[in-house]
């Protein structure tokens, strides 16, 4: 039997102490619960850290009783979404310089899920690529270059 994620985030949030509304929004990326509070910042946390521990518990908990559960993503009152427009814009406008000048730029250390948003942002522009180094840290630098140029065959 598998966990209504939900009711589980509900009853998580309860016993914190947090009185929320709770919905629920299919997704990219299967199920995103937005959790809707008065005490929206504690619940995020600082920059989102707060936030980041509430879906990895779930998460969890929720693969803990069913290994085949679809992730969950936690946002609350959409500061996730904006978040990650936010991140997204600004990496645009940091490839438009990589595009003028043709240095590349190394980006702040980013988790996995943002790292994704960028390599997302990039995988299919012809002039810029992202690359991260393959380590294994948590946080990882991305840097944005130029793609090399293919040569055109002669006709």
């Given at each position: 039997m598998s966990l209504n994620p939900r009711d589980t985030l509900d009853t998580m949030l309860g016993h914190l102490g947090f009185v929320c509304e709770i919905k629920e929004f299919p997704s990219e990326h299967g199920l995103t619960l937005m959790i809707y509070s008065a005490e929206k910042d504690r619940l995020i946390g600082r920059n989102g850290a707060l936030l980041e521990d509430l879906q990895l518990l779930l998460n969890r908990l929720l693969q803990a009783k069913d290994k085949n559960a679809?992730?969950?993503?936690?946002?609350?009152?959409?500061w996730r979404e904006m978040k990650d427009d936010s991140l997204a814009h600004r990496v645009q406008q940091i490839a438009d310089i990589v595009r003028q000048t043709g240095r590349p730029y190394q980006l702040e250390p980013m988790n996995a899920y943002e790292r994704r948003i960028v390599h997302n942002a990039f995988k299919d522009d012809p002039q810029i690529q992202s690359w991260s180094p393959p380590d294994d840290s948590r946080l990882k630098r991305i840097t944005l270059r130029k793609r090399p140029q293919t040569q055109q065959p002669q006709a």
């Open positions: 679809a992730k969950v993503q936690v946002d609350i009152e959409h």
